[in-house]
C-alpha cells in the first residue's frame, strides 16, 4: 500500500508562486512514475506534470516554462513549483505515483490564483 499526503495549497494573486509537496509512505524509488494531476470544479481531471523513475519529464502544455516538478528520493517527496500562477490554474492538486500496474492518489490540496 501507499499513503500519500500533499502539502501547499492555497490562495495566492496572479503571478505568484507556489510549491506543492506529496509526502509518500516507503521509498519512492519504486514507483514507475509519479505526477501531479489537478481537477477544476465542472471538468475532469488533467495532468499536470509527471516524472519517471529515470527522470523523464511531462508537462501540460498550459503549464510548460512555469511548473517545475522534481522528486527528492531522500526525503520521499515529489514536488511542484508553479511560478506565474494564472486564475486558470486554480483547482485541487492531486498527487499521484504508479506502482505495479496501480494508481495511487492522495487527498488533494487546494489552490486558489485570485486578486
Known amino acids: 500500500q501507499v499513503q500519500l499526503v500533499e502539502s501547499g495549497g492555497g490562495l495566492v494573486q496572479p503571478g505568484g508562486s507556489l510549491r506543492l509537496s506529496c509526502a509518500a509512505s516507503?521509498?519512492?524509488?519504486?514507483?514507475?512514475?509519479m505526477g501531479w494531476y489537478r481537477q477544476a470544479p465542472g471538468k475532469q481531471r488533467e495532468l499536470v506534470a509527471r516524472?519517471?523513475?529515470?527522470?523523464?519529464?511531462t508537462y501540460a502544455d498550459s503549464v510548460k516554462g512555469r511548473f517545475t516538478i522534481s522528486k527528492d528520493t531522500a526525503k520521499k517527496t515529489i514536488d511542484l513549483q508553479m511560478n506565474s500562477l494564472q486564475p486558470e490554474d486554480t483547482a485541487v492538486y492531486y498527487c499521484?505515483?504508479?506502482?505495479?500496474?496501480?494508481?495511487?492518489w492522495g487527498q488533494g490540496t487546494q489552490v486558489t490564483v485570485s486578486s
Open positions: 499521484n505515483v504508479e506502482w505495479l500496474q496501480l494508481d495511487y
Open positions: 516507503g521509498s519512492i524509488f519504486r514507483f514507475n512514475a
Open positions: 516524472i519517471t523513475r529515470g527522470g523523464i519529464t
